[in-house]
Nanobody, 123 residues
Framework: QVQLVESAGGLVQAGGSLNLSCEASGLTLSSYLMGWFRQSPGGHVRSFVA?????????YYSDSVRGRFTISRNNARNTVYLQMDDLKPEDTADYYCAANQGSTYRAGDMEYWGKGTPVTVSS
């Protein structure tokens, strides 16, 4: 049974930092593209935040987080990370990690999802 489990999010002040992790079980992480997505309070769409290639040598970011967030992975530990710096109130959302054995980072194509973790950024 595949499980993706995000670490606890939390409350942080604007300008602060937070590091999320996502531990995978039931799959071989190195076979999957991994991505982080977020869903704003009251929203119905999970938006792409960051993605990372299977070996970790390719990273991709949405325009809104590029330069502030860093995605990384440790395939030996079956874990993906999202380092979030210079957080802004508009980053407040539930954050989800997801895995895809295919070739895209589109939310609709991701095969497995975590249950999400809340991040709140106060102004």
């Amino acid at each position: 049974q595949v499980q993706l489990v995000e670490s606890a999010g939390g409350l942080v002040q604007a300008g602060g930092s937070l590091n999320l992790s996502c531990e995978a079980s039931g799959l071989t992480l190195s076979s999957y593209l991994m991505g982080w997505f977020r869903q704003s309070p009251g929203g119905h769409v999970r938006s792409f935040v960051a993605g990372i290639s299977r070996p970790g040598d390719g990273t991709y970011y949405s325009d809104s987080v590029r330069g502030r967030f860093t995605i990384s992975r440790n395939n030996a530990r079956n874990t993906v990370y999202l380092q979030m710096d210079d957080l802004k109130p508009e980053d407040t959302a539930d954050y989800y990690c997801a895995a895809n054995q295919g070739s895209t980072y589109r939310a609709g194509d991701m095969e497995y999802w975590g249950k999400g973790t809340p991040v709140t950024v106060s102004s």
